[in-house]
């Protein structure tokens, strides 16, 4: 059973817009730092995004400053990622990481300091 659940993913066309949301389940309770991971057919997972829940630091890929943006709604208790003028070499299974650490940014890119995992979810950008 994921500890996270996502949603969101879909095809788009390149330049289109998609919003991907995590949400811890309810075993797996509060969360400190969330992350999107991803990978691509025959390539290994990269890191995408993370932010501390109390916003107070985040980090992103070079590949994806300027496109993609985070959020978090409190009373949902469930993350965000907006992902703006989606390229084809964003196409990628994505994955929610958490961990009930308050992760410091030279961290966060590091998938070992995530203890929850959600299922992932398909973007497909192509026109």
């Known amino acids: 059973q994921a500890q996270l659940v996502e949603s969101g993913g879909g095809l788009v066309q390149p330049g289109g817009s998609l919003r991907l949301s995590c949400a811890p389940s309810?075993?797996?309770?509060?969360?400190?730092?969330i992350s999107w991971f991803r990978q691509a057919p025959g390539k290994e997972r990269e890191f995408v995004t993370a932010?501390?829940?109390?916003?107070?630091?985040?980090r992103y890929a070079d590949s994806v400053k300027g496109r993609f943006t985070t959020s978090r709604d409190n009373a949902k208790n469930t993350a965000y990622l907006q992902m703006d003028s989606l390229k084809p070499e964003d196409t990628a299974v994505y994955y929610c990481a958490a961990t009930k650490s308050s992760l410091i940014t030279s961290s966060m890119a590091n998938p070992r300091f995530y203890e929850y995992w959600g299922q992932g979810t398909q973007v497909t950008v192509s026109s």
């Open positions: 309810g075993r797996t309770g509060s969360v400190y730092t």
């Open positions: 932010f501390r829940w109390n916003r107070s630091s985040m």
